[in-house]
């Protein structure tokens, strides 16, 4: 459906290509140094790279089982955010079992240099627990933001990725079999927050000239229903100011015609920023759209196309400005979402509509690789072998399309094809832009 246009909102959008994340974690620091470099934020990563699978950060974020963010539909089919229930909020004001806890995160510490250097050099690899000093006591440390990085496929480590345990038995978790891949991860600035629903106080707010979702700080009284409202877990309680703090989408940034701190120091240059048209009464539609294999689709169908002149009278009317239309119109954002479908959002199964997506990583084709030594890379071998993947299609689609294998298997086709292609024009090649487009897929 593209018509009628309803309420047409603009918002600043982000696309990261997870091919070309190195998992250098210059992002994390760059944001650290800029937002969360006080007293209380020590624990605090607005952005964090977590290396998949893993359990990520805070420990397990995902399991909604357990931390009961986002929304569900009740008996009625109507949106209610998990967390939600008046009595059962004001009982958690005094204990909230669905709130992380500090171990879940980590207690900052530094190392203990004294036994770093004074140690006496022994014959086994070190089997000890590491310890740390906190508050200047050595202190066993055993949980911290990306404590399992780059450990990959390794049974143990499998097993406590929630979204491998929601695959169970369909991934054999042998090591020869291991795969990795980074996932940097900001607040989704999503479309429909249930960090914003949950906040007792009205102090978290969605702005409605860029969609952008801020924390008032003099409204904030410390309630802490954002922390565990959000299914992302990406609010943060400050416990020196008692305030919830989260990413800013670095809005003095964004206002001032730049990009986020993390966009511009991003080393592998994977962050595409941009500004999406959406028809608001869309999504509130999409959001409760009742089967979750189909949120995906429904938050594709809330999108706008600029160049259509009825959404341009619909945005002017909603007093968009003009700059902003003419920035939808030429956003790299907007390419990657709805013209090539190569971006996908992560866990639409929330019910937030989030609004940072990711192009899925194009993993080798184990089996046609190993078998006949051709480029697994190649189309010719992709579409025969896609349930060959290093990376199993599973495993993606449970990350970005609630489990629904169809739309990352078009998207690895068409990062596949526009590969060979780029390849092909270096041999002198015409370009052919369909093949962006995926015309003709299905015929190979
Ligand atoms: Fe709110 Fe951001 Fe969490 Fe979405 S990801 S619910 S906007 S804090
Ligand atoms: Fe990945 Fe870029 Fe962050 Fe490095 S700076 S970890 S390449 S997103």
């Known amino acids: 459906r593209k018509s009628p246009v309803g309420r047409c909102m603009a918002q600043v959008a982000m696309v990261m290509n997870l091919d070309k994340c190195i998992g250098c974690h210059t992002c994390s620091v760059t944001c650290k140094q800029t937002w969360t470099n006080r007293q209380g934020t020590e624990y605090a990563w607005f ?36 967390s939600g229930g008046r009595a059962r909020r004001l009982a958690r004001l005094f204990a909230n079992p669905e709130l ?32 740390s000093l906190i508050d200047g006591r050595p202190t066993a440390v055993t949980w911290g933001p990306n404590w399992d990085d780059d450990l990959g496929g390794g049974p143990e480590h499998l097993a406590g990725d929630p979204v491998l345990r929601k695959m169970n038995d369909q991934v054999a978790l042998e090591y020869e079999q291991a795969f990795m891949f980074y996932l940097p991860r900001i607040c989704e600035h999503c479309l429909n927050p249930s960090c914003v629903a949950v906040c007792p106080s009205g102090a978290l707010y969605k702005r409605i000239e860029d969609g952008i979702v801020l924390v008032d700080q003099d409204r904030c009284r410390g309630w802490r229903m954002c922390v565990s409202g959000c299914p992302y877990k990406k609010v943060y309680f400050n416990h020196s100011t008692g305030k919830a703090e989260k990413c800013t989408l670095c809005y003095p940034r964004i206002e001032a015609g730049e990009p986020t701190v993390c966009s511009e120091t991003c080393v592998g240059r994977l962050r595409y920023l941009g500004v999406m048209l959406y028809d608001a009464d869309r999504a509130g539609e999409a959001a409760a759209v009742p089967d979750e294999r189909d949120l995906y689709e429904a938050q594709l169908d809330c999108f706008l196309d600029p160049d259509d002149p009825e959404v341009v009278r619909a945005a002017e ?13 030429h956003s790299p954002v907007r390419d990657l979402i709805t013209r090539y479908r190569v971006a996908l959002p992560l866990h639409p199964e929330y019910r937030t509509l989030p609004m940072v997506w990711y192009v899925p990583p194009l993993s080798p084709v184990v089996d046609a690789l190993t078998r006949s ?27 970005f399309t609630a489990g629904d294998t169809a739309p990352v298997e078009a998207a690895l086709c068409r990062l596949a094809a526009m590969r060979a292609h780029m390849r092909r024009i270096n041999l002198g090649e015409e370009r052919n832009p369909d093949i962006a487009r995926g015309v003709g897929m299905d015929e190979q």
């Open 47 to 82: 952005n964090n790279v977590e290396t998949r699978p893993g359990q990520g950060y805070p420990r397990g974020h995902e399991d909604q089982d357990k931390w009961k963010g986002g929304w569900r539909l009740d008996g009625r089919g109507r949106l209610v955010p998990r």
């Open 100 to 131: 992380p806890q500090l171990d879940d995160y980590y207690e900052p510490w530094t190392y203990d240099y004294e036994t770093l250097i004074s140690a006496p050099l022994g014959e086994d690899l070190p089997t000890a627990r590491p310890h």
């Open 317 to 329: 009317e909603s007093g968009i400005p003009h700059d902003w239309i003419t920035a939808a119109r």
């Open 373 to 399: 030594g051709h480029d697994g890379e190649d189309p010719a071998n992709l579409f025969g072998a896609i349930d060959t993947l290093r990376i199993p299609l599973d495993y993606l689609a449970g990350l």
